[in-house]
């Protein structure tokens, strides 16, 4: 069952502005809350961005929710979400203590696409490593330090206008995690040719709202999250990785119930983890 914690931490991302506490019972936009004063907050770099929607109030913008306008997707996965009287679009979950769009550019959803890279844990010799404990093989996947929270997370990103969800799986894994967008032509072509298959074979994982920081209660993530998997680890596993765009580390990370990353990352990996028998 979804719920909000990570979307209602005291202090909203990048900022000194502070959510209005909603208490877990009152979380529900079906559970009367009178009381409830939520800070507006729309971050001010979003005026005029490309990738950003207008205010709601200007008359140029005339949005259609819960459908695909012609490049922009405003359908959600979670059905159909309520719009309220004054037009703001609700989220699917519930309050948040902040209205506005916070840093987010889209009103009601954002859509993002995770592909979760992993392989075998292998010593020196190439064995794989079993846990003592529980005796499954060790999973590893590919981890990035975000540079806005320096939390560890998969390397994902938004889902550009008419972009396909599988181009946005290997745009940003080659952005974040292997520095495309400092590549030459040369060197960008050699990645794609050795990475484009290996990226048309993934197993879905998770298609959803995301508890991610930036949430609010008029905007929110979801994410398509793809398993892509290198079985005898020489595909991905061959390649040098180096963190680019909004990533700020990126390493090979051992899969178990320790982990801890961004938004509600840990829940995906975990399902991932379960899939492939796995030690967690
Ligand atoms: C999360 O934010 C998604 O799961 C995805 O990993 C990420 C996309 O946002 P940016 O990385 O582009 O900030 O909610
Ligand atoms: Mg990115
Ligand atoms: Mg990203």
């Known amino acids: 069952t979804l719920f909000h914690q990570k979307c209602r931490q005291d202090f909203y991302p990048s900022s000194n502005v502070k959510r209005f506490a909603v208490p877990n019972e009152k979380i529900p936009w079906t559970v009367e809350y009178p009381e409830y004063k ?3 907050y729309t971050a001010a770099a979003l005026k005029g961005k490309p990738w950003a929607d207008p205010e709601i109030n200007e008359s140029t913008f005339k949005p259609k929710w819960n459908a695909v306008n012609d490049k922009v997707n405003r359908k959600s996965f979670m059905g159909n979400y309520v719009v309220n009287a004054d037009g703001y679009p609700l989220n699917p979950v519930g309050r948040t203590g902040i209205v506005g769009r916070g840093l987010l550019g889209r009103w009601g959803p954002n859509h993002a696409a995770d592909p979760i890279v992993t ?10 490593e079993v846990d003592k404990q529980t005796g499954k093989p060790v999973l590893q996947f590919v ?6 929270s320096g939390e560890w997370a998969i390397p994902g990103g938004m889902i550009d206008p008419n972009e396909t969800v599988s181009t946005t799986l ?7 995690a292997l520095n495309f967008l400092e ?20 197993d879905e994982i998770y298609k959803g709202y ?6 609010t209660d008029n905007s929110w993530m979801e994410t398509v999250a793809i ?14 990785l180096k963190a680019g765009d909004d990533a700020r580390n990126v390493r090979w990370m051992d899969l178990n119930k320790e982990i801890n990353l961004y938004a509600n990352h840990s829940d995906f990996v975990k399902t991932v983890v379960s899939r492939r028998k796995a030690h967690w």
């Open 38 to 40: 939520p800070v507006a």
């Open 143 to 148: 981890a990035i330090q975000r540079r806005d």
């Open 170 to 176: 290997m745009r940003e894994f080659m952005e974040e």
């Open 183 to 202: 590549m030459d032509d040369a060197e960008r072509k050699i990645l794609q040719n050795s990475i484009t298959e290996f990226f048309t074979k993934g």
């Open 210 to 215: 995301v508890d991610d920081p930036r949430n």
């Open 227 to 240: 398993n892509f998997h290198d079985e005898e680890n020489n595909v991905v596993g061959k390649l040098t």
């Open 119 to 128: 392989r075998w844990k292998r010593d020196n010799a190439g064995i794989v």
